[in-house]
T-cell receptor, first 113, second 113 residues
Framework: NAGVTQTPKFQVLKTGQSMTLQCAQDMNHEYMSWYRQDPGMGLRLIHYSVGAGITDQGEVPNGYNVSRSTTEDFPLRLLSAAPSQTSVYFC????????????FGQGTRLTVV | QQPVQSPQAVILREGEDAVINCSSSKALYSVHWYRQKHGEAPVFLMILLKGGEQKGHEKISASFNEKKQQSSLYLTASQLSYSGTYFCGTDRALNFGNEKLTFGTGTRLTIIP
């Protein structure tokens, strides 16, 4: 059982480059989210989705785009990378209904130089 | 809007007890607790819903005082495996998933033999 799979695990980008962080889950969860984790800041919500075709902004959405064409996949796109986007990115999924836990992927460590 | 956790860090000897607090300035519907070991993904511990219930997970339990908008995580007879950073995640509405949690900045717990 793979759970939530994120790729790549590590990435170095130059300022201005674009890239897509991949996230896939095999638990048929309806809800998926992207968080970024910075030292001393905890986890901050970037974007989330409550089902295929439905996405919305979280706390820190600027500079990021998402789409949800299938239940399984929820990619995060960096449009024009900036050093301020250096962070560890986590994707999470959860099932319908209160009381459900969020399952996190192993994270992507992104460095923008 | 981000919940405040205290203490920021604590060091315990194996077998000692600890309390981690999570406080919000806004009314809460639920509080979620996660533990993250260094370099790994956050792992779900428990969820507490509006109603002031207390939950337990082995020697780890938690309470939720909705009137004070506070939750506390209790670790009794701590084990080396309890080391890590503990995060509370709060939700202000009855959402049907965990896609919009707001996380605190974390409490780093170190257990020494």
């Amino acid at each position: 059982n793979a759970g939530v799979t994120q790729t790549p695990k590590f990435q170095v980008l130059k300022t201005g480059q674009s890239m897509t962080l991949q996230c896939a889950q095999d638990m048929n969860h309806e809800y998926m989210s992207w968080y970024r984790q910075d030292p001393g800041m905890g986890l901050r919500l970037i974007h989330y989705s409550v089902g295929a075709g439905i996405t919305d902004q979280g706390e820190v959405p600027n500079g990021y785009n998402v789409s949800r064409s299938t239940t399984e996949d929820f990619p995060l796109r960096l449009l024009s990378a900036a050093p301020s986007q250096t962070s560890v990115y986590f994707c999470a999924s959860s099932r319908t209904g209160t009381g459900g836990q969020a399952f996190f992927g192993q994270g992507t460590r992104l460095t923008v130089v | 809007q981000q919940p405040v956790q205290s203490p920021q860090a604590v060091i315990l000897r194996e077998g000692e007890d600890a309390v981690i607090n999570c406080s919000s300035s806004k009314a809460l519907y639920s509080v979620h607790w996660y533990r993250q070991k260094h370099g790994e993904a956050p792992v779900f511990l428990m969820i507490l819903l509006k109603g002031g219930e207390q939950k337990g997970h082995e020697k780890i339990s938690a309470s939720f005082n909705e009137k004070k908008q506070q939750s506390s995580l209790y670790l009794t007879a701590s084990q080396l495996s309890y080391s890590g950073t503990y995060f509370c995640g709060t939700d202000r509405a009855l959402n049907f998933g965990n896609e919009k949690l707001t996380f605190g900045t974390g409490t780093r717990l170190t257990i020494i033999p």
